[in-house]
């Protein structure tokens, strides 16, 4: 004999709701289509599962032992449903965070120190990156998270399925090498070589703002991918740079100029979405990052190695919000 489960349910819902009309309005079918439920399960069993002698219809006893049963599937059923409700908000498993080369030290090794605590079942593998390769490996599902440097005024645009927040708001700084003046006038700084940095990224998408307000045109524009390599040709005075103010607080080999910069400099954290919105995998990595990055800023100015203050919050406003 194989029963269908779907009848047992059916037959508990008739014990539950006192017969045929109580289940139709239970499951939201029609009594006609409860009834053949009925019938069908009472030819598989080959009992007759419901006394229709009397004005109101009971459950046999074979009735009530198979309406049990079908209380017991249900609450299986539920059961279940709760376990994969629990499983699917667990953050577990293993995650891929892509970072900048700055924010290995800074605050991104730190986070997963912070996630073998918060969340063992989690298994984070972290992944230097710039942004364009970053969005690339976003796209493709080969990165769950990614820390991407950006500018508030030309932001990048993001991929479908991606959410992101800025942990990181700050303006930027002009800084000269140390044994310059400051100008009268920043066209003094036009004809001279500069500090440039990679096509697109946010300290040169600043420096081109910069330049076309104030007519600069540098002689020569020296190429510093990375925050090291700027630091070291100011050392050596090779130009002036344009920096963000968290780098330029670090500045050893420099003056930092209080010159506007249009724009702000922004940290933003992205992170592939499921089809509920969210992942807790990712979400939890996020939480560390956002921690991490805030207890990193706190230490640098309690040690004194920074007095500028950028804004760090997980509730600004993302580009994308707006």
């Known amino acids: 004999m194989k029963l269908d489960p779907r009848r047992l349910l059916v037959l508990r819902q008739i014990a539950d709701g006192g017969g045929v009309a109580g289940a139709s309005r239970a499951l939201g079918h029609t009594p006609s289509a409860i009834s053949q439920h009925l019938s069908r399960l009472e030819s598989e069993v080959g009992l007759p599962l419901v006394d229709r002698s009397g004005g109101r219809a009971e459950l046999t006893v074979a009735g009530r032992m198979l309406a049990d049963y079908g209380r017991r599937i249900e609450e299986l059923l539920d059961e279940a449903a709760g376990a994969l409700d629990t499983l699917g908000s667990q953050a577990a498993g293993p995650i891929a965070i892509g970072v900048p080369l700055p924010a290995i030290t800074f605050f991104a090794g730190p986070a997963l120190h912070l996630l073998a605590t918060s969340h063992p079942a989690l298994e984070p593998r972290l992944v230097e990156t710039g942004a364009a390769d970053g969005l690339r490996a976003l796209r493709r599902g080969e990165l769950d998270v990614l820390v991407m440097e950006d500018d508030d005024e030309q932001p990048t645009e993001l991929p479908p399925g991606v959410r992101s927040t800025v942990m990181f708001e700050d303006s930027y700084k002009l800084v000269l090498p140390e044994t310059w003046e ?97 992942v807790p995998a990712a979400e939890a990595a996020a939480s560390a990052l956002q921690s991490a990055l805030l207890a990193a800023s706190e230490r640098m100015t309690r040690t004194g190695m920074t007095t500028l203050d950028p804004r760090i919050s997980a509730h600004l406003r993302d580009p994308s919000e707006l």
């Open 182 to 278: 400051v100008p009268d006038t920043l066209a003094q700084l036009s004809g001279i070589p500069w500090i440039g940095a990679a096509e697109g990224t946010p300290r040169d998408l600043a420096f081109r703002r910069l330049a076309a307000e104030h007519g600069i045109k540098p002689s020569t524009e020296h190429l510093a991918r990375e925050r090291f390599a700027v630091y070291s040709m100011l050392a050596v005075r090779l130009g002036p740079v344009v920096l963000p103010a968290n780098a330029a607080g670090l500045v050893t080999h420099g003056t930092v100029t209080e010159v506007p910069v249009p724009g702000r400099y922004l940290l933003r954290l992205l992170r592939r979405t499921g089809s509920t919105g969210t």
